[in-house]
């Protein structure tokens, strides 16, 4: 979760009866946040037992005190990844690859192979409903883009090609990774994980590129991604209009974790601008009929 608005984390230095030592990461939830009960802490908990079977780069699991009997909240212990995120990369290349393949280990997480059933789903219908919930804050927003994006949302649900669901992060962007000497070590934050649709997280993770570093590094991302696919990735720009929309609506909370991480160069007027952008092109994609 951005920010640390949903939980905090800790580093802990720890040294057994041997004398030898270790570390480990302590994951909080926030108390006051009705979201966060003792189900979601499991469900996040068993979410990274899973991707850790699956070969997704993440923390390994611990231990899990979803009723908060130590610390009063639901809390975990992970184990610690060395490294730090990364926003800025000085090699674009090697970032928006190996951003892409951590993406689509992710998504190779399938019910096919695994059981997803126990998790939420963001599929046709959820984004549909989500959609019509917008409605009114889309409107009170009196923005034309907004207008225009929502229209063209709602008038491309039954005409887009929707793909069969997959293990989605929900929220994917470089925030929720480490980094280690350049390369990628792991995917952090499962808390909003779901099964849905793949496309979702390259549009998160391609808006907040774009917010924080242009045009150029999220467009590189994109193509990343699509061309690691094993099959083509069809009607991308609904998904990043979609996201776009979201990001109007709330890029004032995303900028909270963005100043947390040193990202204060991105400000109100910069992020609505490029989150503007943003919709526009993906606008101009749809409109094209492009993917």
């Known amino acids: 979760m951005r920010g640390g608005l949903g939980a905090r984390t800790q580093v802990l230095d720890i040294e057994d009866a041997a004398g030898v030592r270790s570390r480990a990461v302590l994951r909080v939830y926030l108390p006051g946040r009705t979201t966060l009960t003792p189900q979601r802490a499991g469900r996040e908990f068993r979410t990274i037992e899973l991707v850790q079977s699956a070969g997704v780069p993440s923390p390994r699991p611990l231990y899990l005190d979803a009723e908060g009997k130590y610390l009063g909240e639901p809390a975990m212990l992970l184990s610690y990844l ?28 399938t019910p096919d192979r695994h059981d997803l059933t126990w998790l939420p789903q963001r599929g046709r219908e959820e984004l549909a409903a989500e959609l019509e919930g917008m409605r009114e804050r889309v409107d009170a927003l009196e923005d034309g883009i907004a207008s225009e994006a929502f229209a063209a949302l709602e008038a491309n649900q039954d ?42 997280d390259p549009a998160q993770c391609c808006i907040d590129s774009h917010l924080v570093n242009g045009v150029a590094v999220s467009a590189a991302l994109r ?35 963005y100043h947390d991480a040193g990202l204060t160069f991105v400000t109100t007027e910069l992020a609505r601008e490029r989150v503007h952008d943003f919709m526009r092109r993906a606008l101009d994609a749809g409109a094209k009929g492009a993917s």
């Open 82 to 109: 060395p490294g730090r995120s990364m926003y800025q990369p000085r090699g674009v290349n090697v970032w928006v690859r190996e951003l892409a393949q951590a993406m689509h280990a992710v998504h190779a997480v």
């Open 159 to 200: 005409r887009i090609a929707w793909v069969e669901p997959c293990l989605i992060h929900e929220d994917f962007w470089p925030g929720n990774t480490v980094w280690f000497r350049g390369r990628l070590t792991g995917v952090i934050d499962w808390a909003n994980a779901c099964q849905g649709d793949p496309r979702l």
């Open 223 to 257: 193509d990343a991604y699509a061309a690691l696919a094993p099959r083509a990735v069809p009607d991308q720009w609904y998904f990043d209009l979609y996201v776009g929309l979201r990001g109007l609506l709330e890029y004032e909370i995303w900028l909270i974790g």
